[in-house]
């Protein structure tokens, strides 16, 4: 089977859930490294289960589900043109990932994740952005304080609770996805970087 289509849509252990058909249709139209595959599709499944949590534990807060996940799911899609980000550090990925995007005919308002997911402390993020980093974080257990407050003071201002019931309520489910890591790790780390 062919690895990139198996990061993608295949099975999972443990089991995650598939990629929006129109991410998973543009990496394999880019040749996207079944590696950077299954990735998405891990940062993909933190944000489906942190967005669902979201709509249920604080139905006053308005935002773009879909965009959310789509925007997981090709947050990283510019590592097709910089592959060695894959397992080394780099940031030139995020406006390499916009512009293929973007010439791939994907709306800028969509496009722009695989941007923001880096820079979720500019003043112009949206609550779907730091949604987006949340997701890239947690999917590895990694906690960033100051992106969590972002959040938090999303959260206290549309749902009128204190800060800290708040914060103790997405520490909670925060601590509940990362204790996933492990697994997404090994799933993601079953697949090559590179596409030979």
Same mark, same amino acid.
């Given at each position: 089977?062919?690895?990139?289509?198996?990061? /993608?849509?295949?099975?999972? *252990?443990?089991?995650?859930?598939?990629?929006? #058909?129109?991410?998973?249709?543009?990496? *394999?139209?880019?040749?996207?490294?079944?590696?950077?595959?299954?990735?998405?599709?891990?940062?993909?499944?933190?944000?489906?289960?942190?967005?669902?949590?979201?709509?249920?534990?604080? #139905?006053?807060?308005?935002?773009?589900?879909?965009?959310?996940?789509?925007?997981?799911?090709?947050?990283? /899609?510019? +590592?097709?043109?910089? #592959?060695?980000?894959?397992?080394?550090?780099?940031?030139?990925?995020?406006?390499?990932?916009?512009?293929?995007?973007?010439?791939?005919?994907?709306?800028?308002?969509?496009?722009?994740?695989?941007?923001?997911?880096?820079?979720?402390?500019?003043?112009?993020?949206? /609550?779907? %952005?730091?949604? *987006?980093?949340?997701?890239? +974080?947690?999917? +590895?257990? +990694?906690?960033?304080?100051?992106?969590?407050?972002?959040? /938090?003071?999303?959260?206290?201002?549309?749902?009128?609770?204190? #800060?800290?019931?708040?914060?103790?309520?997405? %520490?909670?489910?925060?601590?509940?996805?990362?204790?996933?890591? %492990?697994?997404?790790?090994?799933?993601?780390?079953?697949?090559?970087? %590179?596409?030979?």
């Amino acid at each position: 089977m062919n690895l990139l289509v198996e990061a /993608i849509g295949g099975p999972a *252990v443990p089991p995650l859930r598939l990629l929006p #058909p129109a991410a998973a249709d543009l990496l *394999v139209m880019l040749g996207a490294p079944p590696r950077l595959g299954a990735h998405l599709r891990a940062v993909h499944d933190v944000a489906w289960r942190l967005t669902g949590w979201l709509a249920g534990a604080y #139905p006053a807060l308005e935002f773009d589900r879909p965009a959310v996940l789509f925007g997981a799911a090709t947050h990283d /899609i510019g +590592k097709v043109t910089h #592959p060695q980000e894959l397992s080394g550090p780099g940031s030139r990925h995020e406006q390499a990932g916009r512009r293929l995007l973007l010439q791939a005919g994907v709306a800028p308002r969509l496009a722009r994740f695989a941007a923001s997911h880096g820079s979720w402390d500019s003043p112009t993020v949206e /609550i779907e %952005d730091l949604l *987006v980093s949340v997701a890239d +974080k947690v999917w +590895k257990a +990694k906690r960033v304080p100051d992106l969590e407050q972002l959040l /938090i003071e999303r959260l206290v201002a549309v749902c009128g609770q204190e #800060p800290w019931a708040v914060f103790l309520a997405l %520490d909670t489910e925060l601590d509940e996805l990362a204790a996933g890591a %492990d697994g997404r790790l090994a799933y993601q780390n079953g697949f090559p970087v %590179d596409v030979r």
